[in-house]
């Protein structure tokens, strides 16, 4: 054997051990598990804050479509454009909503529940989508020719007869919190 290599019993005698060659990748495999963890957890949280995870009654929604195929509801800002409805009532997946007019989604997961949706509109408000039985309605100006509703009254009772003497063709009660909206619906 030729002086200074290392035979199979170990280091040349008086010669320092030869010290075995790291993986310049091993920090990765504890680098994955972190990030995979992190960017999980990130996702979790952002769809907790932003879809209806937390929401309750009070929290406005985007909805573009009543259907079970539509992209999930976003909470949004009741008083911004988008929001379109708000919600009046969160019950389990199998209760019924509050008596009245209300739109319900239905969501399923680990936590089943329903939400019950009320019109987020004010008085002088105007709407489209408002005849589609799953289009989501959107607000739009009284001048634009797609609009298909318009809210000549808001009450905070549960009375039809608050809507004698408009020109409303339709009207919409809720029980929770007590609401009767007055629309002039067209098309």
């Not at 957890?41 to 406005?60: H, I, R, W």
Request: include cysteine; proline fraction near 7%.
């Amino acid at each position: 054997m030729p002086v200074g290599q290392p035979d199979a019993f170990g280091p040349p005698p008086g010669g320092q051990p030869v010290a075995p060659k790291r993986s310049k990748l091993g920090w990765l495999r504890f680098a994955i598990p972190v990030l995979v963890v992190a960017v999980g957890g990130g996702l979790f949280l952002f769809n907790y804050f932003t879809g209806t995870g937390n929401a309750q009654a009070g929290d406005c929604l985007s909805v573009t479509e009543f259907s079970r195929t539509a992209d999930e509801p976003k909470k949004a800002d009741c008083g911004a454009p988008e929001a379109n409805v708000k919600i009046a009532a969160r019950v389990g997946g199998d209760e019924a909503c509050p008596q009245g007019d209300y739109d319900s989604i239905s969501m399923t997961g680990r936590i089943s529940y329903k939400l019950c949706l009320a019109v987020n509109a004010k008085q002088g408000d105007c709407l489209t989508g408002y005849n589609s039985s799953t289009a989501g309605y959107q607000k739009v100006s009284c001048t634009d020719p797609t609009k298909d509703a318009e809210l000549l009254k808001v009450a905070n009772v549960v009375d039809e007869a608050v809507c004698e003497g408009t020109e409303a063709t339709h009207v919409r009660s809720y029980s929770t919190p007590p609401t009767t909206i007055c629309l002039k619906v067209g098309k």
